[in-house]
């Protein structure tokens, strides 16, 4: 579908009139009426007021070759914002419990010692009265 019968389809489900659209985008009815009627095209700011007015990616009202509905238009809306976002939480979340889980194993491993006396090859340990131990070098 064209840029042309694509403008007329989406103002016209949003229920307005040629006039009405220009007062909102700010143009003449003129301008309107030559973008619908193939006549010309709507500057890059214009797109970009038509796109958030109607709820749908410039690249949809640029591109011949796409055929969505309506409903299906939502992805650069406040909807599709907030799904980036839980992604982008979730993500955080999913590095930090990795991060947890890789301390606990190696902390596990370690037996609670931060210093394993097995990887202490050729030092001398000497235990105190205090239940210390001290290492010879």
Same mark, same amino acid.
């Given at each position: ?11 016209? @489900? ?5 006039? @009405?659209?220009? @007062?909102? *985008? ?5 301008? *309107? ?6 006549? /010309? ?7 970009? /007021? ?5 709820? *749908? ?6 591109? =011949? ?9 939502? =992805? ?20 930090? *419990? ?25 030092? @001398?340990?000497?235990?105190?009265? =205090? ?7």
């Amino acid at each position: 579908m064209k840029l042309d019968e694509k403008l007329v389809r989406l103002r016209k @489900e949003k229920g307005l009139t040629q006039l @009405e659209l220009a @007062e909102v *985008v700010k143009v003449s009815r003129q301008a *309107v009426s030559k973008w619908e009627s193939g006549g /010309g095209m709507p500057s890059t700011e214009n797109l970009r /007021g038509l796109s958030e007015l109607y709820g *749908v990616p410039v690249d949809y009202l640029l591109n =011949d070759n796409a055929e969505k509905g309506t409903e299906d238009r939502k =992805d650069s809306s406040e909807e599709g914002q907030k799904k980036r976002v839980a992604i982008k939480i979730g993500l955080v979340v999913l590095a930090l *419990v990795i991060a947890v889980l890789a301390w606990y194993m190696s902390f596990k491993n370690n037996k609670g010692n931060y210093f394993s006396v097995e990887n202490m090859v050729g030092e @001398e340990m000497v235990a105190q009265p =205090d239940g210390s131990f001290s290492v010879g070098w």
